[in-house]
């Protein structure tokens, strides 16, 4: 069974920094597009950032331009998502997901079919 682990989220100040890693199970990922979404309560999911299988590709939704780096280590198959200079309205559930393919959007939801449960970020002012 195909599973998402992520893990480093928690309660940090404005202006402070989170590193989120997810790790794969049940199979290696290293030739999958990975990518990070997030969703605040009563909001819809966002796209964050997404990396191709190789890292030779990385994608960023606009809020997050510029503060957030997705990376990943094939060798240890995890990803990374080092978010720096988080703002209060950066608080949301993180998701890791995967695709087996490069999505013809990166930027979609619908694009991944698989999915970790989440970490919880919460910035506060």
């Known amino acids: 069974q195909v599973q998402l682990v992520e893990s480093g989220g928690g309660l940090v100040q404005a202006g402070g920094s989170l590193r989120l890693s997810c790790a794969p199970s049940g199979r290696t990922f290293s030739t999958y597009a990975m990518g990070w979404l997030r969703q605040a309560p009563v909001m819809e999911r966002e796209f964050v950032a997404a990396?191709?299988?190789?890292?030779?590709?990385?994608y960023y939704g606009d809020s997050v331009k510029g503060r957030f780096t997705v990376s990943r280590d094939n060798g240890k198959n995890k990803v990374y998502l080092l978010m720096d200079d988080l703002k209060p309205e950066d608080t949301a559930n993180y998701y890791c997901?995967?695709?087996?393919?490069?999505?013809?959007?990166?930027?979609?939801?619908?694009?991944?079919?698989?999915w970790g449960q989440g970490t919880q970020v919460t910035v506060s002012s």
């Open positions: 997901a995967a695709d087996r393919k490069n999505p013809s959007n990166w930027y979609k939801s619908y694009e991944y079919n698989y």
């Open positions: 990396i191709s299988w190789s890292g030779g590709n990385t």
